[in-house]
């Protein structure tokens, strides 16, 4: 049984400097681990989905997506973080 | 894991072809609440449900946030009141009991001011439906449904000439609010028991003591997904449909798992209807008209909503371990900015949602009639459609609204989920004769059929 607790960060908007390095900051902060990382420009929008395992956070979830959405507020985007199940679910049988 | 577009394809249909799981219903057992001394049956009742859905609603928002993904409403539905308000003389001081556990947990609605009474009325079940208009006239969160007729019973054309009574009252007592009553009061044939969409929503004496269902949405996700293949033929529209409905369930049945878990309750059953709501973007009649059709109710609707409605419980029924409630797609007029629209152009006329109910979910759904329909015309109507329900062996149900000192031309505004609509004509010939005969409509024979 893999115990290992999921999330994905979006990032949607428009591109600007440090948008990573920031998002990865409150990662770190917060004890997750970034598995995976990827930007695709898709419907003329800038997309970055990254992927954590948030097992060892030291932070709960409610908290660490209070910051990300903060960020994202701060920086004109939309910034979520989600549980990997719900793609999961979505798309694998 | 899943891939990157995978992933920001799950986020449009979030934000913009609006999915969401409708509700987190917990279904509730009064059984072990009844009292013949009305403070204790109410005291009861208050700490029973207070004390076990005390975490509906932050369970409910912690999922919320945590998978990303809207839960619209958090509901409770308990035992059929009839059944436990046998020892009482005033069902109504139960009403607001539940009306007051409802606001206590936090809850969106709390349905089950119900009676089932297919075969006939017990003492208790008369006394629960003639409170009804004064109980939903004094009450904010309750819902209230009454089974009139089954497959198996026929038709009980005493209650449903009771019940054509029971709506206008219902109406007239929330004449300030356009007869708001109505929008809460659901008549069945063939009601089920773990039906977790309001307000026809009640936990069944065949039931456990608790359980959790969840009912999903999603027509703009259907209606997006067929935009993909215009001009195909119907079975790429069925294939693109149970793809999608797939899709949808396994987040209801991965919400309702969570749900379940979190609130140590036993899962019950996720509902698999395709619920729309006034928002634009967010409509079955849209994804009939995304079919080929002019507009909805035009010649063409009922076998695009057969197609729809059938190719969607195929696609959700894999993706849950167990499916159950309505399952289908609904068609509120009310409630759906094409179905409003198709009214408003005369397209949609009150027969053709009769003949809709035939190859869907429900039946006919928020429907505004004029304020003068009679009770004898609404019973009529509930007859019908009832009818249908008993004949076909599936769920069918009424819930119009007479809307006092409204006449066809004038539009009624609800507000939020229940959305507005256009006073819709009903048949100017009575049915007086026939509705005041009274007694049993026969259950159907079950072979030769035809």
């Known amino acids: 049984m893999n115990d290992m607790k999921r999330a994905v960060v979006t990032v949607l908007g428009i591109d600007r400097k440090g948008i990573i390095a920031r998002v990865s900051a409150i990662l770190y902060e917060n004890d997750a681990n970034i598995l995976d990382i990827s930007q695709t420009v898709l419907d003329e929008y800038f997309n970055m989905v990254l992927i954590a395992d948030i097992s060892s956070a030291t932070c709960s979830f409610e908290k660490l997506s209070a910051e990300l959405s903060a960020l994202g507020e701060k920086l004109g985007l939309q910034i979520r973080i989600q549980r990997s199940e719900i793609f999961e679910a979505m798309y694998q049988v | 894991m899943v891939t990157t577009s995978e992933i920001l394809s799950t986020l449009k249909m979030i934000d913009r072809q609006k999915l969401d ?308 797609a609904f068609i509120p007029v009310s409630e759906d900015v094409g179905m409003i629209e198709a009214a408003e152009r005369g397209a949609l006329t009150l027969d053709k949602l009769e003949a809709m109910t035939c190859v869907c979910s429900v039946g006919l759904d928020m429907i505004a009639v004029p304020g003068d329909t009679s009770a004898e015309t609404i019973s009529a109507i509930i007859a019908d459609e009832a009818a249908i329900g008993m004949v076909n062996n599936k769920t069918t149900a009424v819930r119009v609204i007479p809307v006092p000192g409204k006449k066809v031309g004038d539009t009624v505004e609800f507000g939020g989920l229940l959305g507005h609509a256009p006073i819709m004509p009903v048949h100017p010939f009575g049915s007086e004769l026939f509705v005041r005969r009274g007694g049993r409509i026969p259950a159907p024979l079950h072979s030769l059929r035809n």
């Open chain 2, 21 to 328: 799981v409708r509700t987190i219903t917990m279904g509730i057992s009064l059984l072990g609440c009844v009292s013949d001394d009305e403070d204790r049956l109410c005291q009861k009742v208050y700490d029973h449900i207070t004390h076990t859905a005390r975490d509906l609603v932050r369970v409910g928002e912690d999922i919320e946030r945590e998978f990303g993904v809207p839960i619209v409403n958090k509901r409770i539905s308990i035992t059929p009141a009839a059944l436990i308000s046998g020892g009482i003389k005033n069902p109504v001081k139960l009403a607001l009991a539940l009306d007051r556990a409802a606001r206590e947990t936090g809850v969106n609605f709390i349905g089950g001011y119900s009676a089932l009474v297919q075969k006939g009325m017990t003492e208790a079940d008369k006394r629960l439906m003639l409170s009804i208009p004064e109980a939903l006239a004094a009450t904010d969160f309750l819902c209230s449904s009454v089974n009139i007729g089954s497959t198996r019973a026929g038709i009980d054309m005493d209650a449903v000439r009771m019940m054509g009574e029971i709506v206008k009252e219902a109406a007239d007592r929330t004449a300030d609010r356009d007869g708001l009553g109505c929008a809460k009061l659901v008549v069945f044939c063939n009601a089920v028991e773990d039906n977790p969409f309001m307000a026809g929503a009640f936990h069944g004496p065949g039931e456990g003591d608790c359980a959790v269902s969840v009912g999903v949405s999603g027509p703009g996700v259907v209606k997006s997904a067929l935009e993909s293949v215009r001009g195909e033929p119907f079975d790429t529209v069925a294939e693109t449909i149970k793809r999608t409905a797939f899709r949808i369930t396994r987040i209801g049945q991965l919400v309702a798992r969570e749900a379940s878990r979190r609130l140590n309750v036993p899962f019950g059953i996720v509902d698999l209807s395709l619920a729309p709501t006034p928002a634009v973007g967010d409509s079955v009649a849209a994804i009939l008209e995304e079919m080929g059709l002019e507009c909805c109710g035009t010649h063409g609707t009922t076998a695009a909503l057969a197609l729809l409605n059938d190719a969607v419980k195929k696609g959700g029924v894999m993706a849950s371990s167990h499916v159950g409630g309505l399952s289908g």
